[in-house]
């Protein structure tokens, strides 16, 4: 992946795994999509808890437990370093696990990284949205599906 690609999809910096190797625990995970960066939780013994959403669908996205190549599906996976937990690891656990089976995805309100701040800070909250919501010039009170047209419509970011 192109360093260009890898800082626009991870702004905050990014431990990337080598092959094999094992986040911590508690760990933020993020791993690339074909239009944004996917998150997730390391919850040990090789699993992660995210937002198993956009793949299963809009209206099928869970809170799930799945394993680190289900979760990367075959791409790099980076630890988000440089933030502070307001948690203890064990606390930001339980946090995830305590929302499995959610069916609340909403791409701009509740998506994969606002799971993940929440269990890690306490704030439901997306830079990744941010970013694309400022980039684009759409209003933040704008929502649903109105809002996310409006942002894709603008021109993509180039990785030359």
Not at 38 to 46: A, N, Q, R, S, T
Not at 95 to 103: C, I, K, S, T, V
Not at 148 to 158: E, I, N, T, V, Y
Request: glycine fraction near 10%; charge should be positive.
């Amino acid at each position: 992946m192109s360093e260009t690609l890898r800082s626009y999809l991870s702004p905050i910096d990014t431990q990337w795994l080598k092959p094999g190797e094992e986040p911590a625990m508690a760990a933020h995970l993020i791993t690339p999509r074909r239009f944004y960066t996917h998150h997730g939780l390391y919850v040990g013994m090789g699993r992660v808890i995210h937002y198993a959403g956009p793949a299963g669908g809009f209206r099928n996205a869970t809170v799930a437990e799945a394993t680190l190549d289900e979760f990367s599906r075959g791409q790099p996976v980076g630890m988000r370093v440089g933030s502070v937990a307001c948690f203890a690891r064990e606390e930001i656990i339980l946090r995830a696990r305590a929302r499995l089976g959610e069916r609340r995805y909403h791409i701009l309100r509740n998506n994969c990284e606002h799971f993940c701040e929440w269990c890690l800070r306490g704030s439901s909250r997306s830079p990744q949205v941010e970013c694309l919501v400022k980039r684009s010039g759409c209003q933040p009170m704008l929502h649903g599906i109105h809002a996310l047209r409006a942002c894709f419509a603008a021109p993509p970011p180039s990785f030359g």
